[in-house]
């Protein structure tokens, strides 16, 4: 998957030829899909610059609503195999989050 400046996300197969296109308003800075194999679902994680992070799943179906930030995000990483995950920004902070978008810290 490629996030661009323009809001545009390309998720792409393992050839690198695109399968389908999100379109956002502003553009991506981070995404990252969750490593977990436990999931029903690839589920890839979004942060955008209208200040959201959103959650995706293959198809291109948006799951749930923009989590709105405070902040222009620059990072997201899962970790614990996918189970939470960090998003850093403008705010100078590193965040915690569930990988269901709740935020814990």
């Known amino acids: 998957?490629?996030?661009?400046?323009?809001?545009?996300?390309s998720l792409r197969?393992?050839?690198g030829t695109e399968r389908l296109l999100i379109e956002r308003n502003a553009p991506i800075w981070s995404l990252e899909w969750?490593?977990?194999?436990d999931e029903a679902h690839d589920i890839l994680a979004v942060a955008c610059?209208?200040?959201?992070?959103?959650?995706?799943?293959?198809?291109?179906?948006?799951?749930?609503r923009d989590k709105k930030l405070d902040f222009d995000p620059c990072c997201v990483r899962h970790?614990?195999?996918?189970?939470?995950?960090?998003?850093?920004?403008?705010?100078?902070?590193a965040s915690l989050w569930t990988k269901e978008g709740v935020k814990l810290t």
């Open 1 to 9: 998957s490629l996030g661009h400046f323009n809001g545009q996300i």
């Open 49 to 64: 610059w209208d200040q959201t992070l959103s959650f995706y799943e293959l198809s291109g179906m948006q799951l749930g």
């Open 34 to 37: 969750n490593p977990s194999r």
């Open 79 to 93: 970790f614990s195999n996918g189970e939470y995950m960090t998003v850093g920004g403008s705010d100078h902070k």
């Open 13 to 15: 197969d393992k050839t």
